[in-house]
């Protein structure tokens, strides 16, 4: 794939990148090595200024940041200016709260003292997806650089510049040089990186297949890898829930970044007693979304990041239908227009042997199940390869109990839609992958966890 950012709402080719020759690339290894040399000796509380200069940054250059955005992937210009707010406040978080986190933790046992202490790791690779091209960067940087580790940046070869952008925040924050590199690099040159001896581990947000081929390289040479990958997420709706809140929120979520967002819900399993209400309802606010130029803010759905991905989630959408699934809207591409514009789609009476039990779709499509109770709900939302998160809609109590302790997935949200927050970890099960990024645990999945006992 060429390195180029390419408008996805016209075609049209803005810049393209000559990728990192193999010298190039042997020169940034070695400066993060030496890099992390001297700035694993760096203290906490510095490191922390530097974090939160490059909160700063971000939102003093909000506009520019949110703009290239929008220019190489397409989202909304008002959703991706929340994205860079979003990147201040996760900076924030673990420039205030890296010290707790890192704290030597004391533990009585039968030496005169013993404790746990936490010290970074070195170098990590960090391989990032364009969907939040900003937000996933920054959520695995943020704990990777207060914990003194140093980071290499793989991005996705569709938004270099906001690559270069985002290793210049860092450097123009204070970071010393190497601390946070981008390798302008395509996914062919990944394998050996992650071999290479000064790097120590590897974070890749991504597809199944990308995941499963860096960590099989990963694994070969015993480094820790972290996996956030693809989701089928369920959006359950019970006869007890407030339907319209449910149906408002189902719509967003669903189409939530041009519906292309690893935690947007994509099954929804409505009980049979709601369903024709539920149904009609989801419709008219699908008819209601205004899909066009993402730069506009009357526009709430954009065009899809590539002309690939739009393919992908067509031929999904029509093997659907071959299989006897009902398109209630949408359904094919827009054909009168550039770009790669898909409508908002629902599709329902889905066959079990469809793409819909097994594969992510990634667009602005929603396959709609109709289930008889709780226990049809729950084992529906369960057959699936993935576990990523899980929306429940509900005021019965039992109901509550039962999603919360029995659905499969890295995340329950009860009468909300599942979202990533700084304070709380965000990571999935099954083939969504695996280890925690954000809270505590994020920032603990890149260090050493250094036993020390002393008589
Ligand atoms: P992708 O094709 O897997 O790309 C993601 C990154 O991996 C890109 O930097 C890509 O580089 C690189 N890559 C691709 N193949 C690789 C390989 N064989 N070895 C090493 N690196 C490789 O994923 P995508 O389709 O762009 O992104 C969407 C996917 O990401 C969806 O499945 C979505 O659910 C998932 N996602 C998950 C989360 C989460 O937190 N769980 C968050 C966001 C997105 P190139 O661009 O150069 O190919």
């Given at each position: 794939m060429?390195?180029?950012?390419i408008?996805p709402a016209?075609g049209?080719?803005?810049?393209?990148?000559?990728?990192?020759?193999?010298?190039?690339?042997?020169?940034?290894?070695?400066?993060?090595?030496?890099?992390?040399?001297?700035?694993?000796?760096?203290?906490?509380?510095?490191?922390?200024?530097?974090?939160?200069?490059?909160?700063?940054?971000?939102?003093?250059?909000?506009?520019?940041?949110?703009?290239?955005?929008?220019?190489?992937m397409g989202k909304t210009?008002?959703?991706?200016?929340?994205?860079?707010?979003?990147?201040?406040?996760?900076?924030?978080?673990?420039?205030?709260?890296?010290?707790?986190?890192?704290?030597?933790?004391?533990?009585?046992?039968?030496?005169?003292?013993?404790?746990?202490?936490?010290?970074?790791?070195?170098?990590?690779?960090?391989?990032?997806p364009w969907n939040f091209?900003?937000?996933?960067?920054?959520?695995?940087?943020?704990?990777?650089?207060?914990?003194?580790?140093?980071?290499?940046?793989?991005?996705a070869?569709n938004?270099?510049?906001?690559?270069?952008?985002?290793?210049?925040?860092?450097?123009?924050?204070?970071?010393?040089?190497?601390?946070?590199?981008?390798?302008?690099?395509?996914?062919?040159?990944?394998?050996?990186?992650?071999?290479?001896?000064?790097?120590?581990?590897?974070?890749?947000?991504g597809s199944e297949h990308a995941?499963?081929?860096?960590?099989?390289?990963?694994?070969?040479?015993?480094?820790?890898?972290?996996?956030?990958l693809g989701g089928s997420d369920?959006?359950?709706?019970?006869?007890?829930?407030?339907?319209?809140?449910?149906?408002?929120?189902?719509t967003?979520a669903r189409t939530i970044n041009n519906g292309q967002s690893c935690i947007a819900a994509k099954r929804f399993?409505?009980?049979?007693?709601?369903?024709?209400?539920?149904?009609?309802?989801?419709?008219?606010?699908f008819?209601?979304l205004?899909i066009g130029?993402p730069?506009?803010?009357?526009?709430d759905i954009g065009p899809l990041a590539t002309p690939d991905i739009l393919k992908e989630l067509d031929s999904q959408v029509q093997n659907c239908i071959q299989k006897?699934a009902r398109v209630l809207i949408g359904g094919k591409p827009l054909s009168d227009r550039k770009g790669n514009f898909y409508p908002p789609t629902i599709l329902t009476?889905l066959s079990?042997?469809s793409p819909a039990f097994t594969e992510e779709f990634f667009g602005p499509v929603a396959l709609l199940?109709?289930?008889?109770?709780?226990?049809?709900?729950?084992?529906?939302?369960?057959?699936s390869p993935f576990?990523?998160?899980?929306?429940?809609?509900?005021?019965?109590?039992?109901?509550?109990?039962?999603?919360?302790?029995?659905?499969?997935?890295?995340?329950?949200?009860?009468?909300?839609?599942?979202?990533?927050?700084?304070?709380?970890?965000?990571?999935?099960?099954?083939?969504?992958?695996?280890?925690?990024?954000?809270?505590?645990?994020?920032?603990?999945?890149?260090?050493?966890?250094?036993?020390?006992?002393?008589?």
């Amino acid at each position: 794939m060429a390195i180029a950012t390419i408008n996805p709402a016209t075609g049209e080719i803005i810049k393209t990148f000559e990728p990192l020759t193999n010298t190039e690339i042997e020169e940034k290894l070695e400066q993060a090595q030496k890099a992390f040399r001297t700035y694993r000796r760096v203290s906490i509380p510095e490191r922390a200024v530097w974090m939160k200069a490059a909160a700063e940054i971000l939102e003093q250059k909000k506009e520019k940041f949110g703009k290239l955005i929008t220019l190489e992937m397409g989202k909304t210009l008002k959703s991706a200016l929340a994205e860079i707010e979003k990147c201040a406040l996760v900076c924030r978080y673990y420039a205030d709260n890296a010290a707790d986190f890192l704290a030597d933790t004391p533990v009585q046992t039968d030496a005169s003292h013993s404790l746990i202490r936490y010290q970074p790791l070195g170098v990590i690779l960090a391989v990032m997806p364009w969907n939040f091209p900003f937000w996933q960067v920054f959520r695995f940087a943020a704990p990777a650089l207060m914990a003194g580790n140093v980071g290499l940046l793989k991005h996705a070869s569709n938004v270099p510049q906001c690559a270069l952008a985002i290793e210049e925040i860092f450097l123009q924050a204070g970071f010393p040089k190497g601390v946070f590199q981008t390798l302008l690099i395509g996914s062919e040159k990944v394998a050996d990186i992650v071999a290479d001896a000064r790097v120590k581990a590897a974070t890749l947000t991504g597809s199944e297949h990308a995941g499963m081929s860096l960590a099989s390289v990963a694994g070969k040479q015993i480094k820790k890898t972290v996996l956030e990958l693809g989701g089928s997420d369920p959006f359950i709706v019970m006869p007890s829930a407030d339907l319209e809140a449910a149906v408002a929120t189902a719509t967003i979520a669903r189409t939530i970044n041009n519906g292309q967002s690893c935690i947007a819900a994509k099954r929804f399993i409505v009980a049979n007693a709601i369903a024709d209400e539920f149904e009609q309802r989801f419709v008219e606010k699908f008819k209601a979304l205004q899909i066009g130029d993402p730069m506009d803010d009357k526009t709430d759905i954009g065009p899809l990041a590539t002309p690939d991905i739009l393919k992908e989630l067509d031929s999904q959408v029509q093997n659907c239908i071959q299989k006897g699934a009902r398109v209630l809207i949408g359904g094919k591409p827009l054909s009168d227009r550039k770009g790669n514009f898909y409508p908002p789609t629902i599709l329902t009476d889905l066959s079990i042997d469809s793409p819909a039990f097994t594969e992510e779709f990634f667009g602005p499509v929603a396959l709609l199940f109709r289930v008889a109770d709780i226990d049809e709900a729950i084992a529906l939302a369960n057959n699936s390869p993935f576990g990523l998160g899980a929306s429940a809609w509900t005021n019965d109590e039992a109901e509550r109990d039962r999603f919360i302790d029995e659905i499969e997935a890295g995340a329950v949200f009860i009468n909300g839609m599942v979202k990533s927050d700084p304070r709380l970890p965000f990571g999935g099960i099954k083939r969504s992958g695996y280890g925690r990024e954000l809270s505590i645990q994020g920032i603990h999945e890149f260090v050493n966890i250094k036993t020390v006992w002393v008589k």
